[in-house]
């Protein structure tokens, strides 16, 4: 079964256009959820409205009310709504370019595919597909979804393109509320050198497969338990180590991370050329005057 549009319209960049499709790039549908049921009867409960002098109401007494004052509102009407909606002509239209890396992470919002609706819209979108590729742009538009409009950055990815909605700015907290007490600081040359060997070692591919979610799993197994009429087993809360200073625990993590293979290569060259030094040294006078090495 073919998945279903979340949109369908046109895409159009100038007097060029072509229909196409809009798909949901995520879902949640295989997270794990509970219900909320009674402890005797374990039925499931139902959520009704409760007014704090009225009590039980019926949803269809229910208002839309705006907050502007501590609980002062005012109350928004369905044709209040109306005379501000959007009307959707359902053309993701195309206002600007920008380079592919300007736009900040933290305005992304939800993800979606897009993909050209039926055969005679597939020349007019690969056109358009190859043209954002080659300039390493993203493009710049607007859509309406669910009666609100949304400014959405579109980019080519595989053989389809990638639709990003963008968080409105009022959205988006200032950092100084949070970062302004943090010093700027100099950090100590040696501790910032063991930190950037650290991260040197422990630097890979990035693979999602790799970081699965823990606890989702642990839960599932659990749950499984639960079903055979075993008692779930209690993981052990890990335990605490020893509070050392800074210096020591970037020394210790590094004796502990395994060196990548080429590592190993150099060490062993240094190696063979000490030996020689050694044995060539001389006088055990001529060896106690050179420095001590001090250990990496």
């Not at 949640?28 to 374990?42: A, E, V, Y």
């Not at 002062?72 to 600007?96: C, F, G, K």
């Not at 592919?100 to 690969?126: C, H, K, N, R, W």
């Amino acid at each position: 079964m073919a998945p279903r549009a979340s949109w369908k319209g046109y895409l159009k960049l100038s007097l060029v256009s072509c229909p196409v499709r809009l798909y949901p790039a995520t879902s949640t549908r295989d997270r794990i959820t509970f219900n909320q049921l009674h402890k005797d009867t374990h039925n499931r409960i139902n959520m009704k409205p409760v007014d704090p002098e009225l009590g039980l109401v019926e949803r269809s007494e229910l208002v839309k009310g705006y907050e502007y004052e501590d609980k002062q509102y005012v109350i928004i009407d369905q044709p209040d709504l109306d005379s501000v909606r959007i009307e959707s002509n359902h053309t993701m239209n195309i206002e600007a370019f920008v380079e592919a890396g300007s736009v900040d992470v933290i305005y992304q919002d939800a993800p979606y595919y897009l993909a050209p609706d039926g055969a005679m819209a597939e020349e007019t979108f690969i056109v358009l597909r190859e043209a954002l590729h080659k300039s390493g742009k993203l493009a710049i538009a607007r859509l309406v979804l669910s009666s609100r409009e949304r400014v959405i950055t579109i980019a080519p990815r595989e053989t389809g393109m990638f639709v990003c909605t963008l968080r409105n700015p009022r959205e988006v907290r200032n950092t100084a509320e949070y970062f302004d007490n943090i010093p700027v600081g100099e950090p100590d040359p040696e501790m910032l050198e063991l930190a950037e060997k650290l991260i040197e070692q422990k630097t890979t591919q990035f693979d999602p497969n790799t970081y699965e979610d823990r606890y989702e799993v642990a839960l599932m197994e659990m749950i499984k338990e639960k079903l055979k009429g075993h008692k779930p087993v209690v993981a052990a809360a890990p335990e605490r180590g020893n509070v050392i200073n800074l210096m020591d625990a970037l020394k210790a993590s590094l004796s502990q991370s395994k060196p990548p293979a080429k590592s190993k290569a150099r060490e062993k060259p240094a190696a063979k050329s000490a030996t020689k030094a050694a044995g060539a040294g001389g006088s055990a006078k001529s060896a106690a005057k050179r420095p001590a090495r001090k250990k990496a």
